[in-house]
Nanobody
Framework: QVQLSESGGGLVQAGGSLRLSCAAS????????MAWFRQVPGKERVFVAG????????DYTDSVRGRFTISSDNAKSTVYLQMNSLKPEDTAVYSC???????????????????WGQGTQVTVSS
């Protein structure tokens, strides 16, 4: 069993930055592929960024590539999402997800993940 706890959301003006954190417990990050997803009311949850269990592969949805950076700190069992140059369309509930695996892949489908955090709200004002 893996427990995930997100933090770092909030209200920020367009062009600003936030850093989200996802603390994982129950398993070491080296056994988990991790990702961030986001969801707005009435729409499906969508992939934002993912990182492989060894931390040497990452992927991003096109709309955030170059603005967001996903990283992991194994010593702290924490995955981060650094979000820069935020736009109003980035407003959503952001959730982290974990998939226990022996593979060093980045999975982009939400159905590939077994464990989810409770989510943290990010609001970007124009």
């Amino acid at each position: 069993q893996v427990q995930l706890s997100e933090s770092g959301g909030g209200l920020v003006q367009a062009g600003g930055s936030l850093r989200l954190s996802c603390a994982a417990s129950g398993r070491t990050l080296r056994t988990l592929n991790m990702a961030w997803f986001r969801q707005v009311p009435g729409k499906e949850r969508v992939f934002v960024a993912g990182i492989s269990r060894n931390g040497n592969k990452s992927d991003y949805t096109d709309s955030v590539r170059g603005r967001f950076t996903i990283s992991s700190d194994n010593a702290k069992s924490t995955v981060y999402l650094q979000m820069n140059s935020l736009k109003p369309e980035d407003t959503a509930v952001y959730s982290c997800a974990a998939r226990p695996t022996v593979n060093d892949f980045v999975f982009i489908r939400s159905g590939s993940y077994d464990f989810w955090g409770q989510g943290t709200q990010v609001t970007v004002s124009s």
